[in-house]
């Protein structure tokens, strides 16, 4: 009896798990789908696969809609934000876990204090510095806030992590003769690379997916970034949906396929930085 229960029960969690899977990955293909369409076919067979793959409809969104253009500054804006978020917020995370100093609680504290302020709070006063030091409608406006927020999130999940590594590596180092910055190099940053790349996959989807900063730090329409792009995009003023829809999908694949790639390390990184700290 207890065994046909079991069975029933991981039936009913099967069916549940699939039919939110389908609900979550359903409307990505029906995008993909519809983008291959003409005008047409999306109306008259809405749910059908298309009669004839239409690549025209995404040469159409990257030349006449500028998304590639849009593409290019996403790329250059979120890779430079990771990259600085990750390469600071290491080295800082670094100091306050493993260094012994007066004044390492205190920080940290701060630091925490920062993931209670929204981005979004800041807007005006960052405007304000901004525009005092010509700062408005660089790629600098965007990236600083995104840099200066994803710190609080980064630096708990290492110093969690970074709190139960074992003494006796960095002391046989220096034993080694290695310096501070050689130990970091050589021995922290291979040890954190799961929480390294939790918190640069994440930095990466908020700056990519981000519209607000963007929208108002940014007015030279060809630094804007494609979520910015997308709500200037002459589909939206026209009849022309399909190369609408197949500038939303240009949008939304770079962040599906970091995720799909890199989950297994963001789900390490989650629980390396939350359990063990």
């Known amino acids: 009896m207890k065994k046909g229960m079991d069975t029933l029960l991981r039936v009913v969690k099967y069916v549940v798990l699939i039919a939110y899977a389908v609900t979550c990955i359903y409307p990505m293909v029906w995008l993909l789908l519809s983008s291959l369409k003409t005008n047409e076919e999306l109306f008259s067979n809405t749910w059908g696969l298309p009669e004839s793959f239409r690549i025209g409809n995404y040469v159409s969104a990257i030349i006449q809609g500028h998304i590639g253009r849009y593409f290019i500054n996403s790329v250059i804006i979120s890779v430079l934000a990771v990259f600085l978020c990750v390469a600071l917020g290491s080295m800082v995370s670094y100091a306050i876990a493993r260094m012994k100093w007066k004044c390492s609680k205190l920080v940290l504290r701060l630091f925490m204090l920062g993931m209670m302020i929204p981005i979004y709070a800041t807007i005006i006063p960052l405007f304000s510095i901004f525009n005092k030091m010509n700062l408005l409608n660089t790629y600098t406006s965007v990236i600083v806030p995104h840099v200066a927020f994803g710190f609080p999130m980064l630096i708990f999940i290492l110093t969690g992590f970074l709190s139960t590594i074992p003494g006796e590596l960095e002391e046989a180092a220096v034993m080694d003769g290695c310096n501070v910055f050689q130990i970091f190099g050589r021995i922290i940053v291979p040890i954190t690379r799961p929480s ?19 929208q108002i730090f940014l007015t ?39 995720y799909i790639l890199l989950h297994k390390n963001i789900m390490e990184g989650m629980v390396a930085g939350a359990v063990k700290g």
């Open 196 to 214: 390294l790349v939790t918190v640069a996959v994440i930095t990466f989807l908020d700056v990519w997916n981000d519209l607000l900063i963007p």
């Open 220 to 258: 030279d329409t060809a630094k804007m970034t494609l979520p910015v792009g997308l709500t200037e995009f002459e589909g939206l003023r026209s009849t022309d949906y399909v190369s609408t829809i197949a500038a939303v999908v240009i949008t939304v694949i770079p962040s599906m396929v970091v």
